[in-house]
């Protein structure tokens, strides 16, 4: 072989296999289009993000559907007007983050309008939520807009809390200071990271990857082990918990601590609730355990958050432990609910509020009880 060949074969090679690369990240985005990116999120300056008023949009997960999106005049998910409450009509405010947001989810398919649909059949009367749920809200993020969810004039409010949420936190200096860095969903300026980073964004944004660990993660054993391998983004569901992760949940604590106490002043009752995540759905059946790992961790804090500053908590976890390869109910890479398991929370919060100490429902649950005795 001539000394040339060593140099033209490997290059050769190369060019065949960047070929392949491109050819199949072009077909895979061809075949899995997504639109992450919600034109309808502004930055405000109070907090990170929120939605425009009387905004419509469309987004799409590569592992969904497309999703199409409205906020009413107050910029909430929610079909329902948030002007002055109608008469004789039970209102719920809904904070958190995507989660509550139904992130993904068609609209219809959200847990909070299945919960009202229920709850309206229910209790005889209209039930609506208003849905103040903005994809990467931290717990500081819904702190700063208590205020705007008292306006509302509620008779209860919800406040589902992810890890993800807590993850974004570094302490309880967040409630003192305005919120800063880039808005939910937007990519850095590649201009300004380093190399190795810009190469992982680059890996994270491939179609060609989302497609492969989308295949490769229906394993649950597989998944887990990659989700484990994280790091801090994963020691949430670890014991004991990490410094880093005790002082997210001491933020989380005086959230919810500040957050109750104008509530009760104004004698608006809080529930509290852990949103489960495909890696605790999917330890829950998984035997041994890997050392030190405890999927009811998270979801043991917050309901200990929840009973110190007198909120209800409503247990997630247990609902989708009752469902076999409930994992498969969420997107294997996204990691959002899809609509079976929006079901599934819809359900539970209905069961919770139907049974809490809240005047407001008082008539409802003999109303279900009756329907639920007939033959």
């Known amino acids: 072989m001539k000394r040339r060949d060593y140099i033209i074969l490997p290059l050769l090679s190369v060019a065949t296999i960047l070929i392949m690369l491109v050819a199949t990240e072009f077909a895979a985005r061809r075949l899995w289009p997504d639109r992450y990116i919600d034109t309808c999120l502004v930055h405000d300056g109070k907090v990170r993000a929120r939605f425009k008023p009387d905004c419509d949009s469309l987004t799409k997960t590569p592992e969904g559907p497309w999703v199409r999106n409205h906020y009413n005049e107050c910029g909430y998910r929610s079909m329902t007007s948030c002007a002055v409450k109608p008469p004789d009509s039970i209102r719920i405010v809904l904070m958190g983050s995507s989660f509550s947001q139904g992130d993904y989810t068609p609209y219809e398919a959200t847990f909070p309008v299945e919960a009202a649909q229920a709850l309206s059949h229910a209790c005889a009367r209209r039930v609506e939520f208003q849905n103040m749920g903005v994809q990467g809200a931290t717990p500081a993020d819904v702190y700063r807009r208590t205020g705007e969810a008292l306006a509302l004039k509620p008779d209860a409010v919800l406040y589902p809390v992810t890890p993800f949420d807590l993850e974004q936190s570094t302490g309880p200096e967040d409630l003192e200071h305005e919120p800063n860095g880039l808005e939910p969903g937007e990519p850095p300026d590649a ?9 992982g964004i680059v890996v994270r944004e491939s179609r060609t990857v989302v497609l492969a660990q989308h295949y490769l993660f229906q394993d649950p054993a ?19 918990y990490t410094a880093a992760w005790e002082k997210r949940f001491d933020l989380l604590d005086e959230v919810i601590a500040h957050m109750a106490a104008r509530f009760r002043a104004a004698g608006v009752p809080i529930f509290l609730t852990a949103a489960p995540s495909r890696a605790e759905v999917v330890l829950l059946n998984m035997h041994p355990l890997p050392p030190g790992v405890d999927p009811y961790a998270f979801f043991k804090s917050v309901s200990g ?25 969420f997107y294997v890479v996204d990691g959002h609910l899809k609509g079976e398991g929006q079901a599934i929370v819809a359900r539970a919060i209905v069961d919770a509020i139907l049974h809490s100490r809240m005047p407001v429902f008082s008539n409802c649950r003999a109303t279900t009880e009756r329907a639920d005795s007939r033959p």
């Open 222 to 240: 597989v998944f887990t082990r990659l989700f484990l391998a994280y790091g801090d983004k994963a020691d949430f569901l670890r014991q004991p």
């Open 305 to 329: 958050i929840a009973a110190r500053h007198d909120a209800e908590y409503i247990d997630l976890l247990s609902r989708f432990q009752a469902v076999p390869r409930a994992d498969l109910m």
């Open 191 to 199: 201009a300004k990271v380093g190399i190795y980073r810009r190469a």
